[in-house]
């Protein structure tokens, strides 16, 4: 019977620590605006600052280009709507972007168009982004 007892108890112990090793795997994953937020830059010489309040904050090379806008975040996917520019926002880019991202390690951001008309924004955001 002693065995059987010590069985048990050791069968509760690696379930609670287990437990607690996955609770702690899910703390340190930041939430996504988080997981986004800081300064990335991409090899066409971009520099996209994103914050984690919401805003965000783009120069951009081709075209030649400085962008403010807000963006939303629902699981992995952005929404980025400009809200200014430098010059006029051109007709297509109106309206928001929807991509795709992902964080293939600490200091890389890649997206994956889900909808956009906007073609300069497409090309600029597609590209992949490392953390400056």
């Not at 200014?84 to 964080?103: E, T």
């Not at 890389?108 to 982004?129: E, G, H, M, Y």
Request: proline share 7%; with cysteine; charged share 15%.
């Amino acid at each position: 019977m002693p065995a059987m007892k010590l069985q048990h108890t050791l069968r509760i112990i690696f379930a609670g620590a287990l437990i607690a090793l996955m609770s702690a795997c899910a703390t340190m994953t930041p939430s996504a605006p988080a997981a986004l937020a800081g300064t990335w830059a991409h090899s066409f010489g971009a520099v996209w600052t994103i914050n984690a309040d919401g805003t965000f904050h783009v120069m951009a090379t081709h075209p030649k280009a400085e962008i403010w806008g807000t963006y939303t975040v629902a699981g992995d996917t952005i929404t980025a709507q400009e809200t200014r520019r430098s010059g006029a926002i051109p007709k297509a880019c109106r309206g928001p972007g929807v991509y795709k991202f992902s964080r293939p390690d600490q200091n890389s951001l890649s997206f994956v168009l889900v909808s956009d008309v906007c073609k300069p924004r497409i090309r600029n955001v597609t590209q992949p982004w490392h953390r400056k």
